[in-house]
């Protein structure tokens, strides 16, 4: 086995877990799932049936991942984060075959306690700030935050807030990648 799994996490049948990977504590990974290399299963987190996870995702504590969802490689999802996977669940009413696919793109970040409704994407690089509820599709790189969740700017693959000037430039502070904001209100890396 090269992957870590603590003595209390459950593991399913037929899952597949990848290397480097690290299951803590009370975690329960049901059946079809499929973890990528390098991922980090927090405490408490369950991860439903058919699940998809890519190479290094971060799921902070008390996370429940349903099925419909997949993650992209180096997704973050912070602790406490939803999702959901029916529109309109009730408690006597089977909605299985109604499940809607939730997208998260390569490098996205979900805040502590966001709620993602089902049926969405969220683009990569996309930062959902801590508490917001997303409703609608997220563009790459798009910073969200409030409720209902709203874009408020754009942020860099490194997670810092980008600031544009006339001919629609940003550097990152950080990373010195630039990137440029289109006529048609998308972002990109041009570098």
Request: positive net charge; charged residues 20%.
């Amino acid at each position: 086995m090269k992957y870590f799994v603590h003595e209390t996490a459950v593991i399913d049948d037929g899952c597949q877990i990848g290397n480097g990977s690290k299951i803590w504590h009370f975690s329960h990974i049901m059946p079809n799932s499929k973890l990528g290399e390098n991922c980090n299963i927090g405490q408490n987190v369950v991860l439903s049936p058919n699940v998809v996870l890519g190479n290094n995702v971060k799921v902070q504590n008390n996370v429940s991942i349903y099925t419909g969802v997949t993650c992209e490689d180096d997704v973050f999802l912070g602790p406490s984060m939803v999702f959901t996977n029916v529109i309109n669940p009730r408690s006597a009413i089977v909605r299985k075959e109604e499940y809607l696919k939730t997208s998260v793109r390569k490098g996205a970040s979900i805040g502590a306690n966001a709620t993602i409704v089902c049926g969405n994407e969220i683009g990569e690089f996309a930062l959902i700030g801590a508490g917001a509820v997303v409703t609608k599709e997220i563009k790459p790189y798009a910073l969200v935050v409030g409720n209902p969740g709203k874009q408020i700017g754009w942020v860099g693959e490194y997670g810092h807030r980008l600031v544009f000037n006339k001919e629609g430039i940003a550097v990152c502070l950080e990373s010195k990648q630039t990137y440029q904001l289109d006529k048609n209100n998308f972002v990109f890396r041009i570098n």
